[in-house]
């Protein structure tokens, strides 16, 4: 342990995270604080990190303002209506006005974007998106990072934030590299973290050696959450897990499919069934059914009832877009740049999509706040448009002082998609440096004795598993620690079984929310024992615990919203109706790392856009 060496950087920005929305603050840092030292952190390599990292088909946010096809308030309509009327009008209004600015420098830095050769705009796939050759996305937003930062650390897995002295301001971040073991401090003025969204809090489809076949990237390990969290920044709609209709086995999107592709679904009979559940939803959730689009989470709740009514497998008819060429052509490319593991599946399964309709299903719930769902952490909003009530001081600002965030991190903005997180990132990294050049000037003081604590705390696993390594001879099952796998088994089967999950067809009530909580509690006692052979157990030990304090806060929450707010995302057996005069309202929740105490409350919804 001693060995161990210990790197001090100092920054006056650090960015922890170089996904889309990290890439955005690192590019925006620069912009605006051309003498600043800006630090991005990350713990894969930015070139091919985060969700992104096997490429997008299509730029799921923008609005065309150059064309007059939307405008702001559009989009804020849109995510509204998706949400069940929840969202930050304030925050999702921001997203949207800058967002087309930075699609245009996405083209401008090589990324080519399909054009309409009718028209000359870009193409189209549906209201919202736009197709591109994605393949080489991640890296062509990574090199206008890395030009922009003054370092990019990669390979380090940042494992908490530091505080000040006092507590009042954040401070940095520790974690380590992965690779040599190295303890690393980052000492900065302020903090954006956009360290992406959370898979793996539920237990996935695909389990054993399939068990990394899920669709939200399996490395999103909740460090979004669950840093924040720790430092006691206010979070906002944690219980708004999401739920995803994809194709089965390979979790292929299916947005271009429906949009582009003009496919459709049907049940095994070959007959529509969504309007067969219309007048049920009607009873669950009133008028919220009548929008248009038909918000997500009821669409899946359609396919969840004609599959529990013996109808299933829900199929995508392919068979007839499939005849058409260029179509075809759409739909093995969309998933050639995107997720090459639904082609192999198809390949290996002897599904043609032109002789045979592919199978859907619904997956298992993840944690994020970037696509229809917005989880995150409640920010400050825009000084010329966020309510009085949402703003205190510096927009994306946390509850925590100097403690901003981007992407997946920010709650209460859904839709934001790829585009919609860098630009997020660029907003955030604005605000950053004011905050720096006018109230952060100072360096904030961290004490040695919080440092050397938390470099104990983080090698410990390694520790652990070299004290108790020798009372077992054989096999991975231990009287004295667990491994990181065992622990991240035993979480997944909590969160299914008593939050809503697939097992128990996304339903929950209060004694199951409680009891999970009692077992969450008993796993959190035993990852404290947690054994890691090497640091790359080391890296998924971190990662673990991140993801069980996420899991927490999404239990608190959920247990919180006395309401079935998105049917077909989670249903409370106990509160099985949407209830508008109660819950339409945010939830938010703040924990208190001393106690290990949560506080819950609501925050009221003001819908700015008319
Ligand atoms: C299968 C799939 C399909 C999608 N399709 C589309 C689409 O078609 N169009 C579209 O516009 N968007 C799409 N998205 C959404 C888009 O990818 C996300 O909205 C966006 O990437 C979120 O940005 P982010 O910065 O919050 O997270 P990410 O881009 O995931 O970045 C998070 C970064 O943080 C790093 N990190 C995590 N934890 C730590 C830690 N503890 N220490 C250091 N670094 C850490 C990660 O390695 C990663 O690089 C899709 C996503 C997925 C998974």
């Not at 080519?112 to 028209?119: G, I, N, Y």
């Not at 793996?200 to 999103?220: C, L, N």
């Not at 440092?451 to 696993?461: G, N, W």
């Amino acid at each position: 342990m001693a060995r161990r060496k210990t790197v001090y950087v100092d920054s006056d920005i650090l960015v922890v995270g170089g996904g889309m929305g990290g890439c955005g603050a690192t590019y925006e840092s620069r912009y605006w604080g051309r003498d600043l030292k800006i630090v991005c952190v990350e713990k894969a390599n930015i070139e091919r990190s985060g969700a992104v990292a096997q490429g997008l088909y299509a730029i799921n946010c923008y609005m065309g303002m150059q064309w007059d096809e939307n405008q702001p308030e559009d989009h804020v309509r849109y995510a509204r209506i998706d949400l069940m009327g929840l969202v930050r009008e304030d925050l999702g209004y921001d997203i949207a006005r800058h967002v087309d600015a930075t699609v245009h420098k996405f083209e401008e830095w090589g990324l080519p974007l399909m054009r309409d050769p009718k028209t000359g705009r870009y193409q189209r796939e549906g209201k919202w998106q736009i197709m591109i050759h994605g393949e080489s996305y991640k890296p062509i937003v990574a090199e206008a990072a890395r030009k922009a930062a003054t370092e990019v650390y990669n390979r380090i897995m940042v494992t908490h934030l530091l505080m000040d002295k006092q507590r009042k301001r954040v401070a940095g971040a520790v974690g380590f590299n992965v690779r040599t073991g190295y303890f690393y401090v980052f000492r900065a003025k302020a903090v954006i973290v956009a360290a992406g969204g959370a898979s793996h809090i539920f237990k996935p489809r695909a389990v054993g050696e399939g068990m990394g076949r899920t669709w939200y990237a399996p490395w999103s390990s909740a460090s979004a959450y669950a840093l924040p969290i720790l430092v006691g920044a206010k979070m906002t709609q944690m219980e708004n897990r999401i739920v995803l209709t994809r194709f089965k086995d390979g979790y292929g999107p299916v947005g271009a499919y429906f949009l582009h592709l003009k496919t459709y679904t049907q049940n095994a009979y070959g007959q529509e069934y969504e309007s067969k559940w219309y007048d049920e939803i009607k009873g669950m959730v009133g008028n919220y059914v009548d929008q248009h689009p038909v918000p997500t989470c009821l669409r899946n709740h359609a396919f969840l009832r004609e599959t529990a009514a013996g109808r299933g497998p829900i199929r995508m008819v392919t068979k007839e877009a499939f005849q058409d060429p260029h179509k075809e052509t759409v739909g093995w490319e969309n998933f050639l740049g995107m997720t090459v593991g639904q082609a192999v599946v198809w390949a290996a399964q002897n599904i043609d999509p032109k002789e045979i309709n592919p199978e859907l299903t619904t997956s298992e719930p993840y944690v994020m706040g970037s696509h229809a769902t917005c989880s995150g952490a409640w920010a400050s909003g825009p000084e010329d448009y966020a309510p009085a009530e949402y703003q205190w001081g510096y927009n994306r600002m946390m509850t925590v002082e100097g403690l901003f965030g981007a992407g997946d991190t920010i709650g209460g903005t859904a839709h934001k998609f790829s585009s919609g997180s860098f630009t997020e990132g660029r907003i955030a990294a604005k605000a950053a440096v004011k905050y720096v050049t006018e109230k952060g000037r100072d360096q904030p003081q961290v004490s040695e004795a919080e440092i050397a604590d938390l470099r104990a705390e983080v090698f410990q696993p390694l520790e652990h598993y070299e004290t108790y390594r020798n009372e077992i001879v054989a096999g991975t099952v231990s009287p004295s620690y667990i491994l990181p796998i065992h622990a991240l088994q035993r979480l997944e089967k909590i969160m299914d079984e008593y939050c809503g999950g697939i097992s128990v067809n996304y339903m929950t009530n209060e004694p199951l929310l409680n009891r999970g909580l009692e077992l969450l509690g008993m796993l959190k006692e035993d990852s404290s024992k947690i054994g890691a052979p090497d640091l790359h157990q080391l890296q998924r030990a971190w990662e673990l615990k991140h993801r069980l304090l996420a899991s927490e806060c999404v239990t608190q929450h959920t247990l919180f919203r006395k309401e079935t707010r998105w049917p077909g995302y989670y249903y409370r057996g106990d509160h099985p109706q949407l209830d508008d005069n109660d819950w339409h309202c945010f939830t938010l929740s703040q924990y208190d790392r001393d106690s290990g105490k949560w506080e819950m409350e609501k925050a009221p919804v003001y819908h700015i856009v008319t």
